[in-house]
């Protein structure tokens, strides 16, 4: 390890005792000390204290501009007042009741207002709407195998932990990749029906549909991968997947966990100008309280009320995060909301690329929406197989040396993003910009020293002219 990043990671634990000390006694009863492993990281994770606004603190009082944003789910950022207000409302006059409200058909209609469906069903994460449309489209279809995309999550159940990491030696044949399970426990019959072509390569896919000709039901995909950094669909893509699954009777789910709230009103759907059959939604249309929605047509969501389809559950539709969801959509998710993400997140992604070339580094940086991020490879990125190239100790460093100096620039590990959230001001934005021009040029040197010949590699080189 250089001794740039080992000064920055020594740094980290002088500034923060009491997240060590939490992270070692939270060992002894959770497994990596974590409730979900994408928290774990070495040396230890940051314990947060409290956050409002763009801002949090960790439990050694350092206080850091947040651009993790719970893994993008606060585009309302930190306590935003109308959200808080909703809730406390809802605490005083019941939290639970397992029976219908009145929340569940105006925020029905909010969702179809925006994007292009018709009936809504609501759940509690992001896991569980990709879990049911999936269900949705095998049983619309009556085929059992779907589509994903090598490096693509769309969750913790089991047709969709396939494929999400999979490692180089695992990964086979480009044209056809390989079904790799996402850890133990993923059944041979799971991986069979799982089928996995690369992002960006329509190819690929209609390759899947002539192997198994009609016995695909659906293809699912997030519309820009966001597994891997930040990866731009090629133009036409959506369009492309949108004309070969209608040829083959098999249906499109966009799962817009992330980009439905945070890309535009109307998600990736107006972004791209394509209406799937099924759309997945979590994360930030809760304004940070757990949330979460599939939705299609009148004819999918019918296999439901024909009572074709099952699907319950008691924390469906919580009174307190529906009033969460209702404040977020209205006076959150608002068109000046969107001029406002997009205007800082352009700003963001203008001073990172100055930033770039003043000092040499060797990376990119990319935004879409609200959300951008610093890509460490020489040339942008295509596909997940590129994203494997990733220069991951430059990117550690980069990350250390901003959350040292109060700028958590994003989700720790490289395949996450910076969010931007309505509660971010302009100065937030330069501050983040002059931590980076501190930071750039030191990565940048780190860069350089490493890719410089050593002495002896100098002078075999001498001594071969
Ligand atoms: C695109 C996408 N789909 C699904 C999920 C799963 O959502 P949850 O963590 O709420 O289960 C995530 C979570 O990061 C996601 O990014």
């Known amino acids: 390890m250089p001794d740039t990043l080992q000064h920055e990671i020594d740094t980290y634990i002088q500034r923060t ?3 060590r000390a939490a992270h ?14 994408y928290r774990s990281y070495e040396p230890y994770p940051l314990h947060v204290r409290d956050g409002k606004g763009s801002r949090i603190r960790d439990i050694d009082g350092n206080e850091y501009i947040d651009f993790n944003m719970c893994f993008g789910a606060l585009m309302a950022g930190h306590c935003h007042p109308a959200v808080v207000r909703a809730v406390r409302a809802k605490l005083e006059t019941g939290t639970m009741f397992g029976m219908p409200h009145d929340a569940e058909n105006a925020l029905a209609e909010e969702i179809c207002a925006r994007f292009p469906v018709e009936m809504v069903r609501f759940g509690n994460s992001g896991t569980e709407a990709t879990m049911h449309a999936v269900r949705l489209a095998r049983a619309a279809t009556g085929r059992e195998r779907i589509i994903k995309m090598e490096g693509g999550y769309h969750g913790l159940h089991d047709s969709a932990l396939v494929s999400v990491k999979p490692k180089a030696p695992e990964i086979g044949d480009p044209a056809m990749p390989t079904s790799v399970p996402g850890g133990l426990g993923i059944t041979r019959a799971t991986l069979a029906n799982t089928l996995v072509a690369q992002f960006n390569d329509p190819e690929g896919v209609e390759r899947l ?23 731009m669909p090629d133009p036409g893509y959506h369009q492309r997947l949108r004309e070969i699954t209608r040829a083959h009777g098999a249906l499109l789910i966009f799962d817009e966990v992330k980009t439905g709230a945070k890309l535009a009103r109307g998600g990736a759907c ?13 994360k930030s ?29 008691t924390y469906n539709t919580n009174p307190v995060a529906m009033a969460a969801g209702l404040a977020t959509f209205r006076e959150v998710l608002t068109p000046a909301a969107y001029e406002h993400v997009t205007r800082l997140n352009t700003r963001l992604v203008e001073g990172y690329r100055a930033e770039i070339d003043r000092s040499g580094l060797r990376a990119y940086v990319i935004g879409a929406g609200s959300n951008g991020a610093l890509m460490f490879f020489d040339r942008p990125i295509r596909t997940y197989r590129d994203w494997l190239a990733a220069d991951t100790e430059s990117w550690r460093h980069y990350w250390f040396a901003m959350t040292n100096r109060g700028v958590i620039p994003q989700p720790y590990w490289w395949d996450e993003q910076w969010s931007i959230s309505v509660a971010h001001s302009e100065a937030d934005i330069d501050r983040h910009l002059a931590v980076f021009a501190e930071v750039a040029p030191l990565v940048a040197r780190a860069q350089r020293a490493r890719s410089a010949p050593s002495s002896g590699e100098r002078e075999l080189s001498a001594a071969a002219t």
């Open 270 to 282: 107006e972004y791209f100008g394509v209406k799937p059959d099924i759309i997945c939604l979590a």
């Open 24 to 37: 070692t006694t939270a060992s002894t009863r959770l497994p990596l000390g974590v409730a979900s492993n």
């Open 209 to 231: 549909f002539a192997r198994y000709p009609g016995e695909i039901a659906a293809v699912i995909v997030e519309p820009i991968m966001m597994n891997v950094g930040i990866l």
């Open 17 to 19: 005792p009491r997240s």
């Open 285 to 313: 249309i809760g304004g940070g309280f757990s949330l979460a929605a599939f939705a299609a047509t009148r004819a999918i969501m019918n296999l439901i009320a024909d009572h074709k389809v099952f699907h319950g559950g």
